[in-house]
């Protein structure tokens, strides 16, 4: 609550890429959290970069927090199946995709359908060096809690907390996904 992270540019980063890898031709699925508070400034990055793209399209599932272990890879699963032009899913928090990859393998589409999510997760980035997970943006912890520190200090202090903390995003994609490590 003390640190401004930027979600919005996360999520753009992630419709950027699915716009990209598609050439502007992206149909997708978005899969959110509304229980989570970034979940409404990822939605407004996503949905930016969507609306600058004439030929995309994107639909949006909820799930509660309650419900992700038992309403994701249903929901997933039949929207794959009511709409056979889907081409990228979008869960924006990657503990989404353990049940995100099994919906798209599922419904027989894991050549078709490519998933895009963000934090950074080890578990996801083991799916990322599976090739089950297309990328996954990735924020650094350390930074964050140093990030958290130096407010919390300031605040303490009496002197102007930083609007701006300039806490990277890392995209890990094939390429990349080993500097992580082995999950």
Not at 28 to 38: F, R, T
Not at 84 to 113: E, H
Request: proline share 5%.
């Amino acid at each position: 609550g003390v640190v401004p992270i930027d979600y919005k540019k996360a999520g753009a980063l992630l419709a950027d890429w699915a716009i990209a890898k598609t050439d502007a031709n992206v149909n997708a699925v978005v899969i959110g959290i509304n229980d989570v508070l970034s979940t409404e400034s990822m939605m407004s990055g996503i949905k930016e970069e969507f609306a600058k793209c004439a030929s995309c399209k994107m639909s949006y599932i909820n799930v509660t927090i309650p419900e992700m272990a038992t309403k994701t890879q249903t929901n997933v699963q039949a929207a794959l199946t009511a709409d056979p032009t889907i081409n990228y899913v979008i869960p924006i928090y990657d503990v989404l995709t353990q049940w995100v990859v099994p919906a798209v393998t599922i419904t027989g589409k894991r050549d078709s359908v490519k998933i895009a999510t963000f934090n950074g997760t080890p578990f996801a980035i083991g799916f990322v060096q599976e090739g089950k997970v297309e990328v996954d943006i990735g924020e650094n912890l350390d930074w964050i809690g140093h990030a958290v520190v130096d407010s919390e200090m300031r605040m303490i202090c009496g002197l102007p907390t930083v609007k701006d903390p300039k806490i990277p995003l890392l995209i890990f994609d094939k390429s990349n996904a080993d500097t992580a490590g082995k999950p």
